[in-house]
């Protein structure tokens, strides 16, 4: 059994396929035209980049150049300093422990002699306090005498006041209105 093709399916498959290889060679055309402006703006980029980056990489060379034996003449200077910074790091660490002895010497002294001010003031505040409290009952001893002795002669007047102003008032008592 020999099955026959109608020529239908040929003309069809024919014109699929070559709908295909025609929708192929427009996208791989359109491909070309992009990656060709992808290339154009890429060769404008490296043109700039070479306009640009190759002065500045030869600037960079030259800088280089002249800084380096700078550099070296700075980072020799800087062990020399550090190595002179440990030297007076260790002598100023010595001259503060000697420093710290000393302080410490005066402050015990300071101290003692505070202490001493401290007890002589204390005792002289205390010898005043006594003197004042002396002072205190010697005078106020003889000034409530002097008080009592006043408050006596004013009882007094105040008692023979009051004796004239009755005999007063008994004379007048017949002419009093």
Do not use: C
């Amino acid at each position: 059994m020999h099955h026959e093709i109608p020529t239908w399916v040929y003309i069809t498959f024919t014109a699929v396929t070559a709908a295909g290889v025609l929708m192929q060679a427009l996208v791989l055309l359109g491909m070309l035209f992009a990656l060709k402006g992808a290339l154009g703006r890429l060769n404008e980029l490296s043109k700039k980049a070479e306009e640009n980056v190759l002065p500045l990489l030869a600037t960079s060379r030259s800088l280089l150049e002249e800084v380096s034996p700078k550099l070296k003449v700075a980072a020799q200077n800087a062990l020399e300093v550090s190595q002179t910074a440990k030297e007076v790091s260790l002598t100023v660490r010595a001259e503060s422990t000697k420093m710290a002895g000393a302080l410490d010497d005066l402050l015990q002294k300071a101290a003692v002699q505070a202490d001493r001010v401290d007890e002589m003031v204390t005792g002289t505040l205390d010898s005043v306090a006594h003197a004042t409290a002396t002072v205190q009952k010697a005078v106020s001893g003889p000034v409530r005498q002097v008080n009592a002795v006043l408050n006596g002669l004013r009882a007094g007047f105040e008692v023979l006041r009051s004796k004239e102003r009755e005999a007063h008032a008994a004379a007048d008592g017949d002419h009093f209105v």
